[in-house]
């Protein structure tokens, strides 16, 4: 069987009977990830392709998996045949005006060539609120639960989502390797032919300095890269991407529940976010303004 026949056979099997999973509480969501643990042993032993599970939390129930870049406000009235231009001159700004502010030990920028600059980059600007054409994971449910269920007026009354995700390791690219497999920085990240996922390095010497890494490894994120053909497309809607994934619902009462458990065990927006001033919040702003201009129809 090919990759697709694969994924085929993994969503009938093993994930479309996980739709139903209830989630009352942190327990639950703890138990979400054992079992997906062990879908992976299943697939691994019974059909021979290792896949680690990785989770996205949503507070309203319905939404597709879509990029920043094209989830509306921002995407209303831009020509969306432009997003890699967009996140391009995005981190550029980015760049710049984050240097100028807060120093330039404020930014990760690793040396690894001939992209791997312009990743790191990416990697904080999406992490800083800039709008980009990756899409944010973890590999912690309980972490991925926390941007579910924290509070908001808009959301407080309607079910909320959990995204799981399993990802095969052919396609969880890191920053080196030792083997013949593909890494991130050897690819352009503004003309993709292939979708993966990057499995980001965490270097820890002064990294309270750098809050938007700081950010990404209390997180546990790891990033959605888009192949370019189908960027506008919702991730859940992918060809083998969506054979790959599926979503609970999660009552809008236990929203309430497991934030609170979180909170009780020290998970909140300070420590999740790594909180910035005003200002700092401003400047993304700001930076996300100028880029939309740059493709408004």
Partial sequence: MD?????????????????????????????????????RTEIRFRNGLDVTPHYRGEQNYGWDVLPGIYR???????????????????????????????????LFKHSVKPYGEKWDLLF?????????????????????AFFMCEPSKKYEKVDGQLWALLVPSEFIYNE?????KSVYPEINPYKLNNSFVCNIPTYLDDIDERTYQFRLFRQHGRLFASRDSDLGIPLNKKEFWENMMFRVRVPSAVKNTIFEELVEEGKDRESMMILESEEADDIIKEINNEMKQVALI
């Fill in 124 to 144: 904080q600007a999406q992490h800083a609120g800039v709008k980009t054409n990756l899409i944010d994971f973890s590999t912690s449910s309980v972490l991925s």
């Fill in 3 to 39: 990759y697709l026949q694969v994924s085929k056979h993994i969503k009938g099997k093993y994930l479309t009977p996980l739709e139903n999973y209830k989630i009352e509480n942190l327990k639950d969501v703890r138990k979400f990830h054992e079992e997906l643990v062990n879908v």
């Fill in 176 to 180: 080196t390797s030792d083997y013949n």
């Fill in 72 to 106: 509306p406000p921002f995407s209303t009235g831009i020509d969306l045949a432009q997003t890699r231009k967009i996140e391009k001159i995005g981190a550029e700004i980015f760049e710049s005006r984050v240097s100028a502010k807060f120093g330039e030990k404020q």
